[in-house]
């Protein structure tokens, strides 16, 4: 266990603090993580989680890159296995994620921000030739939703995050409602019913919800 210091900050606050080794990183450079702690055991059970994640391959190091540092880091990357049109094209679908989240810290990016951005993104798109809010095509918001997934999905590889955020995100077939909006109804189209008035017609009635 790495040496526990008692530090006396400016205002008299005693505070604990650690240096624990985490490794080192892809170009050889030692990687060390700071605790500091108000109790010395707060100290002791946070440097023992990172001991033995480090020991279970599950360590991840904290990190203030951003979602859109990273995909540019992606995109980077893919230029490897993919022609340059093909990266011109990943770059024009992720800017829709570049706009809303990228200046989210990658490892503070939560699923609900994703299926906020991935919802807004069809609501506020168009259809090819469409005009603006048209809503964008579901397979269209499905490409972009897939390649960041598969950026997200290196960042696992790569140990900047655990898990993936964008995982279980999903392209809804309906817009969600705004506020002040109402709600589409699921009963189809207006029902008729029909009543008899006494005479030899029946009379036509055309509420939707009819009580007769």
């Known amino acids: 266990m790495a ?5 006396t900050l400016k205002n008299g606050k005693v505070r604990y603090r650690s240096v624990i080794d985490a490794g080192r990183d892809e170009n050889g450079k030692r990687i ?12 002791e059970a946070e440097a023992g989680r990172i001991v033995a994640q480090r ?10 890159i951003t979602l859109g ?3 540019d880091q992606w995109l980077e990357y893919k230029r490897r296995d993919v022609e340059e049109t093909t ?26 921000q994703i299926q906020d951005a991935t919802d807004d993104i069809v ?12 809503r964008m095509a579901v397979s269209t918001a499905e490409g972009i939703l897939t390649r960041l997934k598969e950026a997200l999905s290196r960042a696992i590889v790569r140990k900047l995050i655990a898990v993936s955020p964008a995982q279980h995100v999903r392209v809804a077939l309906v817009d969600k409602p705004t506020s002040g909006s109402a709600p589409r109804s ?8 029909r009543r008899s008035s006494g005479a030899s017609s029946p009379t036509v009635c055309t509420r939707r919800f009819c009580s007769h």
């Open 32 to 43: 060390q993580v700071t605790i500091t702690r108000d109790l010395r055991k707060e100290v």
């Open 186 to 193: 699921s009963r189809g189209p207006s029902m008729r019913c």
């Open 87 to 112: 990266i011109r094209n990943y770059r024009m679908a992720l800017v829709h994620f570049y706009d809303r989240l990228g200046h989210v810290r990658l490892q503070e990016l939560t699923e609900d």
């Open 69 to 71: 540092e990273w995909l």
């Open 123 to 134: 609501r506020q798109g168009r259809r090819r030739g469409g005009e603006p809010g048209t």
């Open 3 to 7: 040496e526990i210091k008692k530090v």
């Open 55 to 64: 020991a279970a391959g599950t360590f991840i190091v904290p990190s203030k």
